[in-house]
Each structure stands twice: as C-alpha cells, then as structure tokens.
C-alpha cells in the first residue's frame, strides 16, 4: 500500500526518507498519535510532527492535531489548561441541561472559574 499521497520532499528536512516513514506508519497502524483517525480518512498524509527548536522528530499526526499543537507552540501548559476548560465547560453544559436553564443567560451572568 501506498501512504504517500503527496511529494516526499518537505519530509526529507527531517532527514526521513519514504521508507523510514512507511515504517513509522506501520507501527502506528496508519493512525494519528493523538486523534486515532485513519490514514484513510484524510485527504493528506499523516504529517511528521517533530520539535521545532530541537528538531526531534514525535511521530505521525493527522493535519489538525499537528496544526493544534503548533497554534499552542508545543506547549503542554496551554494543552492541559484548554483540555480543563473543555471539560469545565461540558460539566456545565450538563448541568445547564438537566437544570433545563437557559444557557445565553447563564453565559451572560456567569463568573468563569474553571
């Protein structure tokens, strides 16, 4: 099977060659590090995450969850704190539901304290 949908060449920065990223798909089961999606359902091929400063290459990731990792600049601070505020955020929706409250009003009137 052929994972390359795309020219190697952007890859080839990071010193990897068409094989060496075959392997690494392989052991990933063709699958993004973060979000577990397929290969199969993207149009792109998986993007070869790596450190920007170091150079240190990660592993293969789909485009939006390498893309979320670069808009937070690698930084695992603003991951954690925006996977709390996702999670503060959907208790609340919760309890909104089940309280029957209307959620414009809430959002209007709330303290925000994840």
Do not use: W
Not at 12 to 40: M, P, T
Not at 79 to 107: H, P, S, T, V, W
């Amino acid at each position: 099977m052929n994972v390359f949908r795309e020219p190697m060449g952007k890859y080839r920065k990071h010193g990897i060659s068409e094989k060496d990223y075959a392997e690494q798909f392989k052991r990933q089961d063709g699958r993004c590090l973060i979000c577990g999606k397929h290969q199969s359902e993207f149009q792109k091929i998986l993007a070869v995450d790596h450190d920007h400063k170091s150079g240190f290459l990660r592993g293969l990731l789909c485009f939006s969850c390498n893309s979320v990792l670069g808009l937070a600049h690698d930084n695992p601070r603003i991951l954690i704190n925006a996977a709390r505020y996702l999670i503060y955020c959907k208790e609340m929706e919760l309890q909104l539901e089940k309280q029957g409250l209307d959620n414009l009003q809430i959002f209007l009137t709330r303290e925000i304290t994840p």
